[in-house]
Structure formats: structure tokens, C-alpha cells
């Protein structure tokens, strides 16, 4: 008898757990669908993509690369890298000390890459569609996406170049001071 009774709440354990599942799950996604909401809802005013606000970089010496391409020189000397309020990888934030290095001024269009892999008869990168609208995405003035790490490091060879660490990136978006880097490109 004790066996039967343990085979029933057994039994009755994983049904409660299911129902409550389901029950999370139904309202996880009614709060994700009220988010949708609130976010369409919210107008922003920002610049189409394809518009960039010019930067003056007069005030540092660039270079032209293989490819065309303009270039400026970060200037050596230390920099704060990582953060202490960022995720866990990102601690603990540190002094970094780097010689001076070349970083493109501007990111790789979709027209540039579409122009090197037309030069080198190597495969379009694959790029993931969510949107319904692919043309939101698309544009030859647009940064090119998709595109692996090896993809990005053959580019940078064949621009007479190479891909920056992981440092170096950090301080060219960061610069001396403390700003927040979000995204990557090459």
C-alpha cells in the first residue's frame, strides 16, 4: 500500500509541475507581448541608418589603406579597458598599456565587402533575416554583417591589414575616457 501512495503523489507531483509550466509560459509570453507593445508605442527620433554624423578627425594623423579605405592613428599610452558593472567576463576593470596602431575611421559597408568578395570569388557572408522588411538591413552604405571571424580576417589580409585585438578595439570605441562600448564591426 505504501508503494501505491508514493506512485500517486509521484504521479500527481510531475502533473502539478506541468500545469505550472504551462501556467509560466503563458505568462511570460503576455508579458513579452505587453514589451512588443510598449516598445512600437515609444517614438524615437534618431538618424536613418544610412545618415552618420560627420566626426571631425582632423586633429589625428590617418593613413590610406589597400583597399581604399581610410585609417587613424590611435595614439599609444594606457587606457581603462574592461568595467566593474558590466557582465562577468568584462571585470575586473583595468589599466592597459598599448603602442600606438591604425583602426579603419569607419566601418566596412555592405558595397566594400560585396566588392571584395566579387575580387576574390570568395562566398557572400550568410546573414540571418528576422524582419519581415529585409530592406531595413540592406543598403550598400549600411556596415556588412553576417560575415565570420575567418570572413573578417581575410577581408582585413586582403585589405593589406589585420583585425584589431581585443584591446585595441576597446580602446579606439572607448578612447581615455569611460564611455560604454556597445557592438563590434570590422
Given at each position: 500500500?505504501?508503494?501505491?501512495?508514493?506512485?500517486?503523489?509521484?504521479?500527481?507531483?510531475?502533473?502539478?509541475?506541468?500545469?505550472?509550466?504551462?501556467?509560466?509560459?503563458?505568462?511570460?509570453?503576455?508579458?513579452?507581448?505587453?514589451?512588443?507593445?510598449?516598445?512600437?508605442?515609444?517614438?524615437?527620433?534618431?538618424?536613418?541608418?544610412?545618415?552618420?554624423?560627420?566626426?571631425?578627425?582632423?586633429?589625428?594623423?590617418?593613413?590610406?589603406?589597400?583597399?581604399?579605405?581610410?585609417?587613424?592613428?590611435?595614439?599609444?599610452?594606457?587606457?581603462?579597458?574592461?568595467?566593474?558593472?558590466?557582465?562577468?567576463?568584462?571585470?575586473?576593470?583595468?589599466?592597459?598599456?598599448?603602442?600606438?596602431?591604425?583602426?579603419?575611421?569607419?566601418?566596412?559597408?555592405?558595397?566594400?565587402?560585396?566588392?571584395?568578395?566579387?575580387?576574390?570569388?570568395?562566398?557572400?557572408?550568410f546573414v540571418p533575416v528576422?524582419?519581415?522588411?529585409?530592406?531595413?538591413?540592406?543598403?550598400?552604405?549600411?556596415?556588412?554583417?553576417?560575415?565570420?571571424?575567418?570572413?573578417?580576417?581575410?577581408?582585413?589580409?586582403?585589405?593589406?591589414?589585420?583585425?584589431?585585438?581585443?584591446?585595441?578595439?576597446?580602446?579606439?570605441?572607448?578612447?581615455?575616457?569611460?564611455?560604454?562600448?556597445?557592438?563590434?564591426?570590422?
Amino acid at each position: 500500500m505504501e508503494n501505491r501512495s508514493v506512485l500517486i503523489g509521484s504521479i500527481v507531483f510531475v502533473f502539478a509541475s506541468f500545469i505550472f509550466m504551462i501556467a509560466a509560459l503563458v505568462y511570460e509570453s503576455y508579458k513579452s507581448k505587453q514589451m512588443r507593445q510598449l516598445a512600437a508605442s515609444i517614438k524615437t527620433e534618431s538618424p536613418a541608418p544610412s545618415q552618420t554624423v560627420a566626426r571631425d578627425f582632423s586633429m589625428f594623423k590617418t593613413l590610406v589603406g589597400d583597399d581604399g579605405r581610410e585609417m587613424v592613428l590611435i595614439a599609444d599610452g594606457p587606457f581603462t579597458m574592461g568595467s566593474n558593472d558590466g557582465d562577468p567576463d568584462e571585470m575586473p576593470e583595468h589599466q592597459v598599456f598599448l603602442r600606438a596602431y591604425y583602426v579603419d575611421k569607419k566601418e566596412v559597408t555592405q558595397a566594400e565587402y560585396e566588392r571584395y568578395v566579387k575580387m576574390t570569388k570568395r562566398g557572400k557572408a550568410f546573414v540571418p533575416v528576422f524582419e519581415d522588411d529585409i530592406s531595413k538591413i540592406q543598403g550598400a552604405d549600411l556596415p556588412a554583417m553576417g560575415m565570420s571571424w575567418t570572413d573578417a580576417e581575410a577581408y582585413c589580409k586582403w585589405a593589406g591589414k589585420r583585425l584589431p585585438t581585443e584591446a585595441e578595439w576597446e580602446k579606439a570605441a572607448r578612447g581615455e575616457t569611460k564611455r560604454k562600448c556597445v557592438g563590434r564591426s570590422i
